[in-house]
Every structure is written in C-alpha cells, then in structure tokens.
C-alpha cells in the first residue's frame, strides 16, 4: 500500500490502484491546543465493531490508526496483506 499526497492536508492511501483511505487536516480555524487536528477514514465495507473513522493529533498517528484498521479489516474477513506489495 501507499499514500498519496492529494493536496495541502491531504493524504490517500492505495492498495494497488483502489483508494482505501484517506487522512486530512481539519481547516486552520478548528484547531485548538488539545484537539485532535488530523481526520482519518477507510473507504471499505464496514465491518461491525470496528471503527472505520476517527481522529488523531498527528499525521503520524493517523496514519498509524488507519494501518491498525486496515489490518484488523483483512484479519476480520479471513484476509492478509501481501508483504511489499504496493
């Protein structure tokens, strides 16, 4: 998998060309000292008990959190990520 930079504050993850996910930056007026300031989401099935959106204070951790779901999704459907495969 791979992400893409689809412009100021906003990155799209890929697994082979099928966009999953996506992490954006909230708009400069809604960040606080505090808040989480980075919009995560995987654009796949949902699956129940498995929370497919969220927030995170960093970039890092929500890239981090979309890569925990993505690998709990697989794992939930009986599935596994291909080792290197972008």
Same mark, same amino acid.
Request: proline residues 10%; charged residues 25%.
């Given at each position: 998998?791979?992400?893409?930079? &689809? =412009?100021?504050?906003?990155?799209q993850r890929?697994? =082979?060309?099928?966009p999953v996910a996506?992490?954006? &930056?909230f708009h400069p007026r809604d960040l606080r000292p505090g808040k989480?300031?980075?919009e995560w989401g995987l654009n796949l099935p949902?699956?129940?008990?498995?929370?497919?959106?969220g927030t995170?204070? &960093?970039?890092?951790?929500?890239?981090?959190a979309v890569e925990v779901v993505w690998t709990a999704w697989l794992e939930l459907l009986g599935l596994q990520p291909i080792p290197g495969r972008t």
């Amino acid at each position: 998998m791979r992400w893409v930079e &689809t =412009g100021p504050g906003g990155r799209q993850r890929f697994s =082979g060309e099928k966009p999953v996910a996506h992490v954006l &930056t909230f708009h400069p007026r809604d960040l606080r000292p505090g808040k989480p300031a980075w919009e995560w989401g995987l654009n796949l099935p949902k699956v129940p008990g498995l929370e497919m959106e969220g927030t995170s204070a &960093t970039e890092a951790e929500a890239k981090a959190a979309v890569e925990v779901v993505w690998t709990a999704w697989l794992e939930l459907l009986g599935l596994q990520p291909i080792p290197g495969r972008t």
